[in-house]
């Protein structure tokens, strides 16, 4: 069907070098699919290595949440948010209270704002560790999305 998980964009063979200043640093496409919603994809690349995907979409209520599930189907968990200038720590308060606890608190915060509220959502791969881990950020305000995923190799 032509939809790609977040792992799988990297590898695409529709990007093309879009770099203003140096070749082979950053890469573009026109519209993918990150599964079934449609995205546009840049890939950034330090000293031939990969630094960053980034993933950008028009704001809509359908593709914030299509986006999130598509995370948590690529194996991503939320660990943080912040919601204007609120913070919710997911990992801290699943050191103090249960998960169906801590599900049920974050829900409410998630609904304590309108979606048009600007948005951090910071997800990490779950079978990380913490000195090896992809991270992915995951940012929105009214008029668009972003998703910024990064490898990090504890160097």
Known sequence: DGSL???????D???FDCGLEKENEK??????????????AEIFFVENRFD?????????PLVYWDLQLNLRKDGYGL?????????????KKLLQSSPDAV??????????QPLSVPRILVWRHK???LSQSK??????????????LREFDGN
């Open 13 to 15: 063979n529709t990007l």
């Open 127 to 129: 079978s990380e560790s």
């Open 52 to 60: 960053k995907l980034v993933l950008n979409s028009a704001f809509s």
């Open 27 to 40: 890469f573009c496409s026109d519209v993918v699919r990150y599964y079934k919603t449609e995205v546009t």
């Open 135 to 148: 991270t992915v950020i995951m940012a929105s305000d009214s008029s668009r999305i972003r998703i910024e």
């Open 79 to 91: 660990i943080s948010i912040k919601i204007g200038n609120s913070f919710f720590d997911v990992e």
């Open 5 to 11: 998980a977040l792992e799988s964009i990297k590898y």
């Open 103 to 112: 599900d049920k608190k974050l829900i409410t915060f998630l609904n304590s």
